[in-house]
């Protein structure tokens, strides 16, 4: 399964790789281009709610074993992929992980290693024992992708939000 995730997750890499390259003619690292921090909220019926940001992407701060990640949601990518520095933070060890997974990002191949996460959460919509890789070099930004959104009830892109059910 997880060798399937890994052949799925090139492609999704590889079009945010693109998507970054398109979103950079508009200089968006400018904090005041990028818009607002990521917005998530619980609403009436139980559902977490994701405002679609600024640069027309989702973005999620979500809680990883109780600690804070901030995501782009990647409904392409078939795994949850952290970045190194976010790994680090989550305390996991990433010197000593195997690193036997190939996947494509901007910057071009790389390898991914296997882990999983007791927990993940957005806005209250919680999945826990998460399959996820780390990307050993070229991703940026850790992307949120069908190893949570698909343990999910359910969950619904409209012009605006993301809409997530536990």
């Known amino acids: 399964m997880l060798k399937f995730a890994t052949i799925a997750i090139v492609g999704a890499l590889s079009a945010v790789g693109a998507a970054k390259a398109v979103v950079s003619l508009d200089d968006l690292r400018q904090p005041d281009l990028r818009g607002p921090a990521p917005v998530a909220a619980s609403v009436d019926d139980g559902a977490a709610q994701i405002v679609k940001a600024a640069d027309g ?3 999620a701060e979500a809680k990883v074993d109780g600690r804070a990640v901030r995501f782009l949601i990647d409904t392409g990518a078939t795994a949850v992929a952290l970045s190194q520095t976010d790994a680090k933070r989550l305390g996991i060890d ?5 690193y036997n997974y190939k996947v494509m990002t901007a910057s071009g191949e790389t390898r991914a290693a296997s882990v999983k996460l007791a927990s993940v959460s957005v806005a209250g919509a919680q999945v826990r024992d998460v399959e996820a890789l780390v990307v050993e070099k070229g ?3 850790s992307l949120l992708g069908m190893s949570y959104l698909g343990r999910l009830s359910s969950f619904q892109a409209t012009p605006r939000a993301l809409v997530l059910r536990s």
Do not use: G, N, P
């Open 57 to 59: 992407h989702f973005w």
């Open 139 to 141: 991703l940026e930004t």
């Open 94 to 98: 990433t010197k000593a992980l195997d």
